[in-house]
């Protein structure tokens, strides 16, 4: 299981974090951080480890930039191509496809965070947003260190820290990184 945190640091540029963990037949595996660094990019996931695979493998079929809610369609509509070329299997809902059984996702840019469903769509998040098993958790450190001096980078760390304590589907090493600009 998993979680990614994304958040702004207070002159608004993107973060993620991640646990490393994958349960898979009853046993824990170390997969190294749950996000892809592209160039203007990061992606982080959630569900089934075959969303990693897919974009590792059509890492060249993705968008080069993401800057906006168009990019981000644009994004979404290539993620939904791979996935169905690369047998995830469809599960239909009132007239929707969904992906859920496979994965959640966050985009972090140069200035922006998006969450992308299981359904493929998206929003934009203004400061913070989590996924995964563990995400409530997350989220609550996160918020109660933010009055602190504490770095960003910092608070991530602490708040995957306490997340692993209170949520036996998360853990591993903690990943935290940025797009450079």
Known sequence: ??????????????????????????????????????????????????IANILNEN??????????SKDMYKFCTILKKLLYSNGAKERHSEGFL????????LVITKDKIFEIS??????????????????NFALGAYEALKGTTLSVQKRLRCALEATFKHSYLCGGEIYVDTIDN
């Open 1 to 50: 299981m998993t979680v990614v945190i994304a958040v702004k640091d207070i002159n608004g540029k993107p973060w993620i974090a991640s646990d490393s963990n994958a349960y898979d037949n009853e046993t824990y595996t170390e997969v190294g951080p749950k996000f892809i660094k592209l160039k203007n990019y990061i992606i982080g996931y959630t569900g089934s480890y075959m």
């Open 59 to 68: 890492i060249s079929k993705l968008p080069k930039n993401i800057k906006n």
């Open 98 to 105: 969904y992906i859920a059984d496979y994965a959640i996702l």
């Open 118 to 135: 299981g359904g493929f769509s998206f929003i934009e998040i203004k400061d913070i947003t989590a996924i995964g098993a563990g995400k």
